[in-house]
């Protein structure tokens, strides 16, 4: 009997083709419909291989029901939906897609600043609205780029490549790290500051740090108090770094300019949350890595892992 797969979203041919000649391939049939936890315990009781997006809870009730489990192979850098120490517990490879998405993501990161500073949702909204009858001179303005401050919390692979792009734009370019980079501070130019003092100096904050207890709620009502009233907070790492009920009352009281979030507590974002209501948010549905090149080099990185582990190879990508 061949080895199983069961993948949690549907994916391209493309990128399962080479699964079907020597596993027993199972995939739910819905790209943007998460696949009901039932299924999902359901398909796990007989997969030897489970591959997930970052949208699916693999908690330990999952790994409880998958007997035969050898991997779960997640489409993400991130990780902080897998119970990493249920695994370890079942003796579950977990990997993940680091590397392929970096410039990816610092694209993305950069555009999200850019349209944020310069109000370009709102703005074309209004053009199609019919709101756009006359030139007017304060009308649509916003916030320079070129020239200013970044704040980067978290240089990473992704922090240095949103660096690089500063840099093309003659921003000074701050940043605050676990550990300091010597090497990226001679190589881009950049300054290392303690949180606080970046945060007061920085005209525009990119989030880039992972997810983890110590960063969960870093940014917070204190945090927010500190920047700029002119500060542009911009996050493309995890929600829950963010205190949002805290962001949506230095947005609304003017504590700083405005916010542009690629990432939110709960995904996808209610319809009725607070943040939505505002003016000065742009929001974006976590496409951080959403260009088709990089998507299918994550799909390939998670393919050659499951194919890997179930042929008795240390894949690359491991988590732990």
Do not use: C
Not at 153 to 168: F, L, N, P, Q, T
């Amino acid at each position: 009997m061949k080895p199983r797969i069961f993948i949690t979203r549907k994916l391209t041919e493309e990128a399962v083709a080479s699964l079907h000649e020597k596993y027993d391939v199972r995939m739910w049939d819905e790209e943007s419909v998460a696949v009901p936890r039932a299924v999902l315990l359901k398909e796990v009781a007989e997969a030897d291989a489970l591959w997930s997006v970052l949208a699916d809870s693999i908690n330990r009730e999952v790994f409880e029901a998958g007997t035969k489990l050898k991997i779960v192979a997640n489409m993400a850098v991130g990780y902080n939906n897998i119970d990493l120490e249920a695994a370890k517990e079942y003796d579950v490879i977990v990997t993940n897609t680091p590397g392929v998405l970096t410039e990816t993501t610092a694209d993305l990161a950069f555009a999200l600043l850019l349209a944020t500073a310069r109000k370009l949702i709102s703005a074309e909204n209004e053009i199609r609205k019919g709101n756009w009858t006359s030139w007017a001179p304060m009308r649509f303005t916003g916030m320079d780029v070129g020239g200013a401050t970044l704040g980067i919390i978290g240089m990473g692979r992704i922090g240095e490549a949103v660096a690089r792009r500063a840099k093309g734009f003659d921003m000074q370019v701050l940043y605050h790290n676990r550990n300091r980079k010597p090497d990226a501070e001679a190589e881009y130019g950049l300054e290392f500051r303690e949180l606080d003092t970046l945060l007061k100096e920085a005209d525009f904050v990119i989030i880039l740090a992972p997810f983890t207890p110590k960063t969960a709620g870093m940014i917070g009502a204190r945090e927010l108090d500190l920047m700029k009233n002119t500060g542009v907070l911009i996050n493309v790492a995890r929600g829950g770094i963010v205190d949002e009920a805290a962001l949506y009352d230095a947005l609304k009281n003017g504590a700083i300019w405005a916010a542009g979030l690629d990432v939110f507590e709960k995904e996808p974002i209610p319809l009725d949350h607070p943040l939505l209501t505002l003016p000065n948010v742009t929001v974006l549905p976590h496409i951080g890595s959403a260009s088709i090149k990089t998507r299918l080099a994550m799909m390939n990185l998670n393919a050659q892992a499951i194919t890997d582990v179930l042929e008795g190879r240390k894949p690359k990508g491991i988590v732990q």
